[in-house]
C-alpha cells in the first residue's frame, strides 16, 4: 500500500514539473508521392516533429493504428502492393531521454492495380486505299498521362513508333499517313506517368483493313435496251454496302473527255439519280458517276460506263393463219400482229378500202378481234383483200411502226393424190408409207380412209404420210386420202382410190466362209444370199449381236480381213429390194468364233521308233477347227518336203520307212484365197533303225541309260573307211546339233563327253556329209540311284535278253526290282535281272525298272529287229497270198478261154499279138514246144499255149506314175491229146473230149520303160481229152499256137472293160 502510493506521487511530480517546464510536440506524417498509387510504386513516410531537428529522434510509423514499425530516420520508403493501402500515423521518440511526441494524423495511402491503356482507330469502318487513320490511346478515370506507341516489326517483335513523316504523335493521338497504312500492320499503346516510374499495361492491339476503293455502280431505267426516240432516261448511281455517299456524275464530250454533269434544263440529279430529258437523250452518249464522303476525304472507284442505245420505233409483223397462200373458198383466215422481243403491247387493225384508204378494223360480226389476232369470217373473205396493223404500249407512249401488208388470194378447194412407196406388191413384214400429196400451200393435217370413204373411220395424221410398220395380208386394199385444215376444219377433195397388194417375203440365209469358227489374221467372209435367187435384185446389211454391222451395200459378200477376238458373235443378214427398198425377212443367225493364232498339232501313228521298212503315217490337225485346211510338211530345221502335196488331207504316209526319213518333222496348215498360215506344229522326230546301215554309233559303256557324272564314248564304225561321218543328236532343248557345238569333244570319227548331265538326254546318230545316217540311238541321263541296263541297239528276233537294273555308288543288299513294260509290270526278280529267251516282235516297248529302296529308272524303248528267216517266212506267206488272188483272176479267165476255144475249128493256127509282147512270147513258146515234144514222147500230143493277159490300167497323175504298179498275169494254157492207138498217129481232141484242166501258177517279172515294175504270173493248164477208139484219123502235127487275151481294168471307174481279144483263127 505504501509502495503504490509512493508511485503516484511521483508520476504527479514528474508531470507538474514537465508541464512547467515543455509541452510535448506533435508528428506530422508526410506520403511522397501523394495521392493515388499503382502496385509497383515507391511510397516515402516522412515523420517530421514540428520545432525540432531530424538528428534528436527516433520514429515509429503505424498502419491502421497498430504493426509499428521503426526508422532511425525521419523518412521511409517501399514498393507498395495493394495490400499495402490503408491509414498511417508516426510519432518521436528523442534519443537523449526516450521522450515521446504526440502521434501524428493519419494519412490515407491508396493502392490499386495497373490500368489498362485502350486504343481506338478512326475511321472507326473499313479503311479504303489512300486513307490516313488516326488511332487514339486512353486510361480512362485517370489524368496526367503521357503515351508510347508500339507497331508490329515482319519478325513479330514490337519496336516503338517515334514522330515522323508517316506517322504524326499528338499527345494521346498518332495519326498515320495514307500511304504508310498497310492491310495488315497491327500496333498498340501504353501509358506512362510524369515522374513516375510505373506505366500503365499495354493496349490490346489495332489490326488495319484496308479495302480497295468501291466501284460505283451505274445503272438505267428503263432497264432493258435500247431505248425508243422519244423516251426519258434515269441513271442511278449506287455504292453497295456503304452508305453517306454523294455523288458526281460524268459525261463524255466528242473529244472523248470527260465533262461534269451538273443540274440543268436537260439533266436534272436528285441525290443518287441523273434523269436524261427526252430530247438530250442520244444513240451512243456515255455516262459515269462516282461517290464521295463528306467525312473523308476520298471518293470512290468511278463506276463502269453507261452506253445509251437509241432506236427507231419497232416494226410490227404481220401474219396470217392459214400461214400459207392461197386461201381457198369457204375458209376464214386469222390474221395476228406481233411486236417481237417486246411485250405490253396492244393492237390496231387496218383495211384498205375501195378507194386505197386505210381504215380501222373493229369488232363486228365479220371480223373477231381478240388482243394480237384479226378473224375474218369466210364470207367476208375477198380475193386481193389487204390488211396491216400497229402496236402500241400501255405504260409508254410510244407506237410501233405499221407492220407490212397482207394480201389475201382466193382458189378453188382442191383435190389431192395418192401414191405409195413402193410400185409393185409390197412384201409381208416391211413398211409401207401412203403419201397424200397436195401441191397447194401447207398446214394441212391428212385423212385416211380403207375400203370405204367413211368420215367416221378416218385414220388423222399431222403429216402427208401414213406408214404401216409391218404389212400384213389384212392390209391389201383400197385406200383413200384428204386433208383439212383450221377450226372448223376445211377439208379437201378425196383423192382418186389406191390399191395394195401383198406378197410374202423371202428370207435371207447367212453363211460363213472358210468356217464359222476362225483364227485371228484370217480374212473372214459374209454371205448373205436370198431364197429364190435374184440376187441382182438386192442390197444387203449385217447385223452383229443385233446391233447394225453395216448399212445396205449392193454386194452379197462382206469380207473382214484381218479378222479379230472382237469380231467374234452372232450375225445376221437382211436384203433390200433395190427397185422399192422393201427389205426381206431377215436370216438366221451365224456365229462366227475368232481364237487366238491357229496352232498346228502334230502326231506319229503308230509310235515314233520305227524299223527299216515299217510304216508310220504323221497326222496333222489344226486346234479347234477342221474345215478348208491344206497342210505342209517339214523336216529338219523347216525344210519343206519337195512331197509335201502328199499331206493335203491333213496325213503323211512313209512306207516303207527308210534310214534316210530320220529327221524332225512339223507340220502347219493353210487355207483361205490370202493363204492364212497357223503357227507350226511343235516338232515330231522320227527314228528309223536299218537292218544293215553302212556305219553303226558304237557306245561306251554300251547301254541305253547312264548316271551323270559318267563318261561316254560314242564313235561311228562301219564295215568300210567311216572317214567324213560325225556324231549328231536331237535334244528337246538344242533341236539337231553336232558334237563339235560344245556338248561334247570332237576326235575324228569318235565324240567324247567327260562329265554327263541331265541336259545330255536325247537321240544320237552318225551322219555322213553327203547326209546318209546309222540307226539312231536313244541315250537317257539320270540324277537317280538306278538305271536300266538295256541294249543301245535293235535286238534281232529270236535272240535271248537280259535286263537288269544298275545302281550308282553302292549296290543295295536286296537286289529284287520289278521289271515293267508300258507302265505294266512284267516281272518281279530277287536277282535284279530279267531275261527274255527268245525275243520277238511283241517284245517291242518302253522298259524300266523299279527298286523298293533306291527308287526306279527312266524308261527306254527296246527296238525289235526281224530275223532273216522270219523275213523269208513273211515273203513265202506274201507269195501265197499273191497266189490265191491270182488263182481266182485265172479261174475267170479260164472260163473265158474255154469258151472261145470251144468255138474254133480244129487244126486251126492261132495268131500272136503284135510288138514287144511277141518277143516275150515267143520265148514262151519255144519253151513249151520243147515241152511238148517230151510230152509227145509220152503218148501226148503237141500242146496249144494259150497266154490271157490281164492289165490294170487307171488314170495315174503324172508325178505319181512312178509310184503307181501295173499287174499282168500271163496265162499259158496247154491243151494235151491222148494218144491214138491206130498206127501210132496221134488225134486232135476235140473241145467235147475235155476231161480235166490242170492249172500250174508260175510268178514272173517283166518291165515296162513307161509303165514301171509289172508283176506277170504265168499259168500253166493241161487240157486232157478222151481216145476215141473206134474211129480212125491220120496223125497231124499241130504247133502249140498261143493265144494272147489282155483285159484291163479300169481303176477310176470301177468296172471291166472286157477282153480286148487278139486271136486270128
Same mark, same amino acid.
Given at each position: 500500500?505504501?509502495?503504490?502510493?509512493?508511485?503516484?506521487?511521483?508520476l504527479?511530480?514528474?508531470?507538474?514539473?514537465a508541464?512547467?517546464?515543455?509541452?510535448?510536440?506533435?508528428?506530422?506524417?508526410i506520403?511522397?508521392?501523394?495521392?493515388q498509387?499503382?502496385?509497383? +510504386?515507391?511510397?516515402?513516410?516522412?515523420?517530421?516533429?514540428?520545432?525540432?531537428?531530424?538528428?534528436?529522434w527516433?520514429?515509429?510509423?503505424?498502419?491502421?493504428?497498430?504493426?509499428?514499425?521503426?526508422? +532511425?530516420?525521419?523518412?521511409?520508403?517501399?514498393?507498395?502492393?495493394?495490400?499495402?493501402?490503408?491509414?498511417?500515423?508516426?510519432?518521436?521518440?528523442r534519443?537523449?531521454?526516450?521522450?515521446?511526441?504526440?502521434?501524428?494524423?493519419?494519412?490515407?495511402?491508396t493502392?490499386?492495380?495497373?490500368?489498362?491503356?485502350?486504343?481506338t482507330?478512326?475511321?472507326?469502318?473499313?479503311?479504303?486505299?489512300?486513307?490516313?487513320v488516326?488511332?487514339?490511346?486512353?486510361?480512362?478515370?485517370?489524368?496526367?498521362?503521357?503515351?508510347?506507341w508500339?507497331?508490329?516489326?515482319?519478325?513479330?517483335?514490337?519496336?516503338t513508333?517515334?514522330?515522323?513523316?508517316?506517322?504524326?504523335?499528338?499527345?494521346?493521338?498518332?495519326?498515320?499517313?495514307?500511304?504508310?497504312?498497310?492491310?495488315?500492320?497491327?500496333?498498340?499503346?501504353?501509358?506512362?506517368?510524369?515522374?513516375?516510374?510505373?506505366?500503365?499495361?499495354?493496349?490490346?492491339?489495332?489490326?488495319?483493313?484496308?479495302?480497295?476503293?468501291?466501284?460505283?455502280?451505274?445503272?438505267?431505267?428503263?432497264?432493258?435496251?435500247?431505248?425508243f426516240s422519244?423516251?426519258?432516261?434515269?441513271?442511278?448511281?449506287?455504292?453497295?454496302?456503304?452508305?453517306?455517299?454523294t455523288?458526281?456524275?460524268?459525261?463524255?464530250?466528242?473529244?472523248?473527255?470527260?465533262?461534269?454533269?451538273?443540274?440543268?434544263?436537260?439533266?436534272?440529279?436528285?441525290?443518287?439519280?441523273?434523269?436524261?430529258?427526252?430530247?438530250?437523250?442520244?444513240?451512243?452518249?456515255?455516262?459515269?458517276?462516282?461517290?464521295?464522303?463528306?467525312?473523308?476525304?476520298i471518293s470512290s472507284?468511278?463506276?463502269?460506263?453507261?452506253?445509251?442505245?437509241v432506236n427507231?420505233?419497232?416494226?410490227?409483223?404481220l401474219?396470217?393463219d392459214p400461214?400459207?397462200?392461197?386461201?381457198?373458198?369457204?375458209?376464214?383466215?386469222?390474221?395476228?400482229?406481233?411486236?417481237?422481243?417486246?411485250?405490253?403491247?396492244?393492237?390496231?387493225?387496218?383495211?384498205?378500202?375501195?378507194?386505197?384508204?386505210?381504215?380501222?378494223?373493229?369488232?363486228?360480226?365479220?371480223?373477231?378481234v381478240?388482243?394480237?389476232t384479226?378473224?375474218?369470217?369466210?364470207?367476208?373473205?375477198?380475193?386481193?383483200d389487204?390488211?396491216?396493223?400497229?402496236?402500241?404500249?400501255?405504260?409508254?407512249?410510244?407506237?410501233?411502226?405499221?407492220?407490212?401488208?397482207?394480201?389475201l388470194?382466193?382458189?378453188?378447194?382442191?383435190?389431192?393424190?395418192l401414191t405409195?412407196s413402193?410400185?409393185?406388191?409390197?412384201?409381208?413384214?416391211?413398211?409401207?408409207?401412203?403419201?397424200?400429196?397436195?401441191?397447194?400451200?401447207?398446214?394441212?393435217?391428212?385423212?385416211?380412209?380403207?375400203?370405204?370413204?367413211?368420215?367416221?373411220?378416218?385414220?388423222k395424221?399431222e403429216t402427208?404420210?401414213?406408214?404401216?410398220?409391218?404389212?400384213?395380208?389384212?392390209?391389201?386394199g383400197?385406200?383413200?386420202?384428204?386433208a383439212?385444215?383450221?377450226?372448223?376444219?376445211?377439208?379437201?377433195?378425196?383423192?382418186?382410190?389406191?390399191?395394195i397388194?401383198?406378197?410374202?417375203?423371202?428370207?435371207?440365209?447367212?453363211?460363213?466362209?472358210?468356217?464359222?469358227?476362225?483364227?485371228?489374221?484370217?480374212?473372214?467372209?459374209?454371205?448373205c444370199?436370198?431364197q429364190?435367187?435374184?440376187?441382182?435384185?438386192?442390197?444387203?446389211?449385217?447385223?452383229?449381236d443385233?446391233?447394225?454391222?453395216?448399212?445396205?451395200?449392193t454386194?452379197?459378200?462382206?469380207?473382214?480381213?484381218?479378222?479379230r477376238?472382237?469380231?467374234?458373235?452372232?450375225?445376221?443378214c437382211?436384203?433390200q429390194?433395190?427397185?422399192?427398198?422393201?427389205?426381206s425377212?431377215?436370216?438366221?443367225?451365224?456365229?462366227?468364233?475368232?481364237?487366238?493364232?491357229?496352232?498346228?498339232?502334230?502326231?506319229?501313228?503308230?509310235?515314233?521308233?520305227?524299223?527299216?521298212?515299217?510304216?508310220v503315217?504323221?497326222?496333222?490337225e489344226?486346234?479347234?477347227?477342221?474345215?478348208?485346211w491344206?497342210?505342209?510338211?517339214?523336216?529338219?530345221?523347216?525344210?519343206?518336203?519337195?512331197d509335201?502335196?502328199?499331206?493335203?488331207?491333213?496325213?503323211?504316209?512313209?512306207s516303207?520307212?527308210?534310214?534316210?526319213?530320220?529327221?524332225?518333222?512339223?507340220?502347219?496348215?493353210?487355207?483361205?484365197?490370202?493363204?492364212?498360215?497357223?503357227?507350226?506344229?511343235?516338232?515330231?522326230?522320227?527314228?528309223?533303225?536299218?537292218?544293215?546301215?553302212?556305219?553303226?554309233?558304237m557306245?561306251?559303256?554300251?547301254?541305253?541309260?547312264?548316271?551323270?557324272?559318267?563318261?561316254?564314248?560314242?564313235?561311228?564304225?562301219?564295215?568300210?573307211?567311216?572317214?567324213?561321218?560325225?556324231?549328231?543328236?536331237?535334244?528337246?532343248?538344242?533341236?539337231?546339233?553336232?558334237?563339235?557345238?560344245?556338248?561334247?569333244?570332237?576326235?575324228g570319227?569318235?565324240?567324247?563327253?567327260?562329265?554327263?548331265?541331265?541336259s545330255?538326254?536325247?537321240?544320237?546318230?552318225?551322219e555322213?556329209?553327203?547326209?546318209?545316217?546309222?540307226n539312231?540311238?536313244?541315250?537317257?541321263?539320270?540324277?537317280?540311284?538306278?538305271?536300266?541296263?538295256?541294249?543301245?541297239?535293235?535286238?534281232?528276233?529270236?535272240?535271248?535278253?537280259?535286263?537288269r537294273?544298275l545302281?550308282?555308288h553302292?549296290?543295295?543288299?536286296?537286289?529284287?526290282?520289278?521289271?515293267?513294260k508300258?507302265?505294266s509290270?512284267?516281272?518281279t526278280?530277287?536277282?535284279?535281272?530279267?531275261?527274255?529267251?527268245?525275243?520277238?516282235?511283241?517284245?517291242?516297248?518302253?522298259?524300266?525298272c523299279?527298286?523298293?529302296?533306291?527308287g526306279?529308272?527312266?524308261?527306254?524303248?527296246?527296238?525289235?529287229?526281224?530275223?532273216?528267216?522270219?523275213?523269208?517266212?513273211?515273203?513265202?506267206?506274201?507269195?501265197?497270198?499273191?497266189?490265191?488272188?491270182?488263182?481266182?483272176?485265172?479261174?475267170?479267165?479260164?472260163?473265158?478261154?474255154?469258151?472261145?476255144?470251144?468255138?474254133?475249128?480244129?487244126g486251126?493256127?492261132?495268131?500272136h499279138?503284135?510288138?514287144?509282147?511277141?518277143?516275150?512270147?515267143?520265148?514262151?513258146?519255144?519253151?513249151?514246144?520243147?515241152s511238148?515234144?517230151?510230152?509227145?514222147?509220152?503218148?501226148?500230143?503237141?500242146?496249144?499255149?494259150?497266154?490271157?493277159?490281164?492289165?490294170?490300167?487307171?488314170?495315174?497323175?503324172?508325178?505319181d506314175?512312178?509310184?503307181?504298179l501295173?499287174?499282168?498275169?500271163?496265162?499259158?494254157?496247154?491243151?494235151?491229146?491222148?494218144?491214138?492207138?491206130?498206127?501210132?498217129?496221134?488225134i486232135p481232141?476235140?473241145?467235147?473230149?475235155?476231161e480235166?484242166?490242170?492249172?500250174?501258177?508260175?510268178?514272173?517279172?517283166?518291165?515296162?520303160?513307161?509303165?514301171?515294175?509289172?508283176?506277170?504270173?504265168?499259168a500253166?493248164i +493241161?487240157?486232157?481229152?478222151?481216145?476215141?477208139?473206134?474211129k480212125?484219123?491220120?496223125?497231124?502235127?499241130?504247133?502249140?499256137?498261143?493265144?494272147?487275151?489282155?483285159?484291163?481294168?479300169?481303176?477310176?471307174?470301177?468296172?471291166v472293160?472286157?477282153?480286148?481279144?487278139?486271136?486270128?483263127?
Amino acid at each position: 500500500m505504501e509502495f503504490g502510493s509512493l508511485s503516484v506521487i511521483l508520476l504527479l511530480v514528474s508531470l507538474v514539473r514537465a508541464g512547467r517546464v515543455q509541452e510535448r510536440p506533435k508528428a506530422s506524417l508526410i506520403l511522397v508521392p501523394a495521392g493515388q498509387l499503382f502496385i509497383g +510504386e515507391v511510397v516515402t513516410l516522412r515523420c517530421d516533429i514540428q520545432g525540432h531537428t531530424d538528428t534528436e529522434w527516433r520514429y515509429s510509423f503505424y498502419k491502421n493504428e497498430y504493426q509499428p514499425f521503426y526508422s +532511425e530516420v525521419r523518412e521511409y520508403s517501399f514498393s507498395v502492393v495493394e495490400s499495402d493501402s490503408g491509414k498511417y500515423t508516426c510519432r518521436g521518440e528523442r534519443r537523449s531521454d526516450s521522450w515521446r511526441s504526440e502521434i501524428s494524423d493519419a494519412v490515407t495511402l491508396t493502392v490499386s492495380a495497373l490500368p489498362r491503356a485502350t486504343l481506338t482507330v478512326e475511321p472507326e469502318s473499313s479503311v479504303f486505299t489512300g486513307e490516313s487513320v488516326t488511332l487514339k490511346c486512353e486510361i480512362k478515370g485517370y489524368v496526367g498521362w503521357t503515351y508510347q506507341w508500339y507497331k508490329q516489326d515482319p519478325w513479330g517483335g514490337l519496336i516503338t513508333v517515334p514522330q515522323s513523316v508517316h506517322h504524326t504523335v499528338n499527345r494521346d493521338t498518332l495519326t498515320i499517313r495514307g500511304d504508310a497504312v498497310i492491310h495488315g500492320d497491327q500496333y498498340w499503346c501504353r501509358g506512362e506517368r510524369r515522374y513516375r516510374t510505373t506505366s500503365s499495361q499495354i493496349s490490346d492491339p489495332v489490326t488495319l483493313t484496308v479495302n480497295a476503293l468501291p466501284r460505283a455502280t451505274l445503272t438505267a431505267d428503263p432497264k432493258w435496251s435500247p431505248v425508243f426516240s422519244g423516251e426519258s432516261v434515269t441513271l442511278k448511281c449506287e455504292i453497295k454496302g456503304y452508305d453517306g455517299w454523294t455523288y458526281q456524275w460524268y459525261k463524255q464530250d466528242p473529244w472523248r473527255r470527260l465533262i461534269t454533269v451538273s443540274q440543268s434544263v436537260y439533266h436534272t440529279i436528285n441525290r443518287d439519280t441523273l434523269t436524261i430529258r427526252a430530247d438530250t437523250v442520244i444513240n451512243g452518249d456515255q455516262y459515269w458517276c462516282r461517290g464521295e464522303r463528306h467525312d473523308r476525304s476520298i471518293s470512290s472507284q468511278i463506276s463502269s460506263s453507261v452506253t445509251l442505245t437509241v432506236n427507231a420505233l419497232p416494226r410490227a409483223t404481220l401474219t396470217a393463219d392459214p400461214k400459207w397462200s392461197p386461201v381457198f373458198s369457204g375458209e376464214s383466215v386469222t390474221l395476228k400482229c406481233e411486236i417481237y422481243s417486246y411485250d405490253g403491247w396492244t393492237y390496231q387493225w387496218y383495211k384498205q378500202d375501195p378507194w386505197r384508204r386505210w381504215t380501222a378494223v373493229s369488232q363486228s360480226v365479220y371480223h373477231t378481234v381478240n388482243r394480237d389476232t384479226l378473224t375474218i369470217r369466210a364470207d367476208t373473205v375477198i380475193n386481193g383483200d389487204q390488211y396491216w396493223c400497229r402496236g402500241e404500249r400501255r405504260l409508254r407512249p410510244t407506237s410501233s411502226q405499221n407492220s407490212d401488208s397482207v394480201t389475201l388470194t382466193v382458189e378453188e378447194t382442191p383435190k389431192p393424190e395418192l401414191t405409195s412407196s413402193h410400185k409393185g406388191a409390197a412384201l409381208i413384214g416391211n413398211p409401207v408409207v401412203l403419201y397424200c400429196k397436195l401441191d397447194q400451200s401447207a398446214g394441212w393435217r391428212f385423212y385416211w380412209s380403207k375400203h370405204t370413204q367413211s368420215p367416221e373411220n378416218e385414220t388423222k395424221t399431222e403429216t402427208y404420210s401414213y406408214t404401216i410398220s409391218s404389212v400384213s395380208v389384212s392390209d391389201g386394199g383400197q385406200y383413200w386420202c384428204r386433208a383439212g385444215r383450221g377450226n372448223p376444219v376445211y377439208y379437201t377433195h378425196y383423192s382418186d382410190a389406191l390399191w395394195i397388194n401383198t406378197t410374202k417375203s423371202p428370207k435371207a440365209v447367212a453363211s460363213i466362209k472358210p468356217d464359222e469358227k476362225v483364227f485371228r489374221g484370217e480374212t473372214v467372209t459374209l454371205r448373205c444370199d436370198m431364197q429364190g435367187g435374184g440376187d441382182t435384185e438386192w442390197r444387203y446389211s449385217w447385223n452383229k449381236d443385233d446391233y447394225s454391222h453395216n448399212s445396205f451395200s449392193t454386194r452379197k459378200e462382206n469380207t473382214i480381213s484381218p479378222v479379230r477376238e472382237s469380231d467374234s458373235g452372232k450375225y445376221t443378214c437382211r436384203g433390200q429390194r433395190r427397185s422399192d427398198s422393201q427389205t426381206s425377212e431377215i436370216s438366221d443367225a451365224v456365229t462366227l468364233t475368232v481364237s487366238d493364232r491357229a496352232q498346228a498339232v502334230l502326231r506319229s501313228s503308230p509310235q515314233s521308233w520305227l524299223t527299216e521298212g515299217d510304216s508310220v503315217t504323221l497326222s496333222c490337225e489344226v486346234r479347234g477347227s477342221s474345215t478348208g485346211w491344206t497342210f505342209s510338211w517339214y523336216r529338219d530345221k523347216d525344210e519343206l518336203l519337195s512331197d509335201s502335196s502328199r499331206g493335203a488331207g491333213g496325213s503323211y504316209t512313209l512306207s516303207p520307212a527308210a534310214l534316210n526319213h530320220t529327221g524332225v518333222y512339223a507340220c502347219r496348215a493353210m487355207r483361205g484365197e490370202t493363204a492364212y498360215h497357223t503357227q507350226y506344229s511343235d516338232t515330231q522326230p522320227l527314228w528309223i533303225t536299218g537292218v544293215s546301215p553302212p556305219v553303226s554309233l558304237m557306245v561306251s559303256p554300251s547301254r541305253a541309260e547312264h548316271f551323270i557324272t559318267d563318261s561316254l564314248s560314242l564313235s561311228c564304225e562301219g564295215q568300210s573307211d567311216s572317214t567324213g561321218w560325225r556324231v549328231r543328236r536331237y535334244t528337246h532343248s538344242e533341236k539337231v546339233s553336232d558334237c563339235s557345238s560344245g556338248w561334247g569333244s570332237a576326235a575324228g570319227t569318235t565324240c567324247s563327253i567327260s562329265s554327263l548331265i541331265t541336259s545330255h538326254t536325247g537321240v544320237y546318230w552318225c551322219e555322213s556329209e553327203s547326209g546318209e545316217s546309222s540307226n539312231p540311238v536313244n541315250i537317257s541321263v539320270t540324277f537317280g540311284f538306278i538305271i536300266l541296263d538295256s541294249p543301245v541297239h535293235p535286238v534281232t528276233e529270236g535272240d535271248p535278253l537280259t535286263l537288269r537294273c544298275l545302281y550308282h555308288h553302292t549296290k543295295p543288299s536286296n537286289l529284287t526290282a520289278e521289271f515293267y513294260k508300258n507302265g505294266s509290270l512284267l516281272q518281279t526278280q530277287t536277282t535284279g535281272e530279267m531275261t527274255i529267251h527268245t525275243v520277238s516282235k511283241s517284245d517291242e516297248g518302253l522298259y524300266h525298272c523299279k527298286h523298293p529302296e533306291k527308287g526306279e529308272s527312266p524308261q527306254s524303248w527296246i527296238s525289235v529287229r526281224v530275223s532273216t528267216r522270219s523275213a523269208a517266212k513273211s515273203a513265202i506267206g506274201l507269195v501265197g497270198v499273191v497266189v490265191g488272188v491270182s488263182f481266182a483272176v485265172l479261174f475267170i479267165i479260164l472260163l473265158i478261154l474255154l469258151w472261145c476255144y470251144r468255138t474254133r475249128k480244129d487244126g486251126q493256127s492261132l495268131s500272136h499279138f503284135t510288138g514287144h509282147q511277141q518277143n516275150i512270147n515267143q520265148t514262151s513258146v519255144q519253151n513249151h514246144r520243147e515241152s511238148g515234144a517230151g510230152d509227145s514222147q509220152s503218148g501226148y500230143m503237141q500242146a496249144e499255149h494259150v497266154y490271157d493277159t490281164v492289165e490294170r490300167a487307171g488314170r495315174i497323175n503324172k508325178s505319181d506314175a512312178a509310184d503307181e504298179l501295173s499287174d499282168v498275169t500271163y496265162s499259158q494254157i496247154m491243151r494235151k491229146n491222148r494218144k491214138s492207138k491206130n498206127k501210132g498217129k496221134y488225134i486232135p481232141a476235140k473241145p467235147s473230149q475235155t476231161e480235166t484242166i490242170y492249172s500250174e501258177v508260175q510268178p514272173g517279172k517283166t518291165t515296162d520303160a513307161d509303165t514301171g515294175s509289172m508283176a506277170v504270173t504265168y499259168a500253166e493248164i +493241161e487240157l486232157k481229152t478222151q481216145k476215141k477208139p473206134k474211129k480212125k484219123t491220120e496223125q497231124t502235127s499241130i504247133d502249140a499256137d498261143t493265144v494272147y487275151s489282155e483285159l484291163k481294168q479300169n481303176t477310176d471307174k470301177g468296172d471291166v472293160t472286157g477282153l480286148d481279144d487278139s486271136t486270128s483263127l
